[in-house]
């Protein structure tokens, strides 16, 4: 395991190279560039080309392309990751100022549709036909359904300006710094967060459970005489959560992806809230240091779920 480990991580190299090479040839052909959001339309008509040429020499915008790729690509490797365009803080600072409230939001609503969905998954397997199968399915196609935006705008107006159970948005109050002094702020964003995922959970759960209940090796284990919650639990079970691993694995990147959306209706102070300021104002480095841990995180989540994969499954080999 060690050495397929070892290639993995050497081909995330290159893999690397080649996705932000793509990103940033995308960035490329947008319109304007973060001169068009500094200077407002009243005040770029009064100034003079040559000083919009000096501004844009000044940030390194009339460099082409490919320079000023190589120039981040550089800076990166040296562990320089440059200044934001339109604030001029350092984007290390920005970045990993607010990584801890993202990674906080989609931790939360990963353990939440994890368990949640594999839960109810599981017992709609176990209870296949009942009501409470059919109850579960109908959810999950509602909870697949519902674009995140709604569902969080609805829960706002349902459990904090209606019943005023919890916070309508914000990570904490004033005066507060601990996790439980957050923990009513990051409830409802993270049951919004994970409520698609805890539809699919569910359903991967369910298809998977029936499929292992139906093996031959549980049929021989209950004609063995083991009790049925030990068939259910060590027999079907463990082989069912095989392909609901992998479905959680590469959940996570995407979660704090998905998470730009939940942070800007709760106004959650998060890494996705800081990326859709920077889209807004053409700030390329920082776009590029978000998009470039959003890419790392998916590669390293499908090199664990392989881990898992083959740890959950003996039958699974990692040459």
């Given amino acids: 395991m060690l050495s397929y480990i070892i290639r993995r991580i050497l081909i995330l190299i290159p893999m690397l190279l080649i996705i932000t090479f793509l990103i940033y040839g995308g960035l490329e052909l947008t319109p ?11 005040v770029i008509a009064n100034i003079s080309p040559e000083r919009l040429e000096e501004l844009r020499e000044s940030l390194g915008l009339n460099d082409p392309f490919i320079v000023r790729y190589f120039k981040w690509l550089g800076g990166v490797l040296k562990g320089d990751f440059g200044y934001s365009l339109t604030s001029g803080v350092p984007i290390s600072k920005i970045v990993f100022d607010r990584l801890g409230a993202t990674l906080e939001l989609s931790i939360a609503a990963l353990i939440f549709s994890s368990i949640v969905g594999g839960v109810l998954g599981t017992l709609s397997a176990l209870y296949r036909g009942s009501i409470f199968d059919h109850f579960v399915t109908v959810v999950g196609m509602v909870g697949v359904s519902i674009p995140r935006f709604f569902f969080g705008l609805v829960s706002i107006l349902i459990f904090s300006l209606t019943l005023k159970w919890l916070p309508a948005g ?23 967060l994970g409520s698609t995922m805890t539809a699919g959970v569910m359903r991967y759960a369910r298809s998977s ?47 704090i ?63």
């Fill in 209 to 255: 459970m029936l499929d292992a209940l139906n093996k031959e090796y549980i049929r021989t284990a209950r004609s063995k005489g083991i009790p049925e919650w030990r068939v259910n639990l060590f027999h079907g079970l463990r082989v069912a959560l095989t392909p609901v691993v992998v479905l959680i694995g590469f959940r996570l990147p995407m979660l």
């Fill in 170 to 192: 914000g990570r904490i109050f004033p005066g507060y710094d601990t996790f439980f002094d957050r923990l009513p702020h990051l409830i409802m964003p993270a049951i919004v």
């Fill in 257 to 319: 992806g998905g998470s730009v959306v939940i942070e800007q209706v709760f106004q959650w102070p998060g890494v996705g809230k800081e990326f859709i300021s920077a889209v807004k104002g053409q700030n390329l480095p920082l776009i590029m240091m978000i998009a470039l841990f959003s890419v790392l995180a998916v590669l390293i989540a499908s090199l664990l779920v392989d881990i898992f994969t083959a740890l959950l499954d003996p039958r699974v080999r990692l040459d």
């Fill in 32 to 42: 304007g560039d973060a001169v068009s959001y500094l200077v407002s339309p009243d």
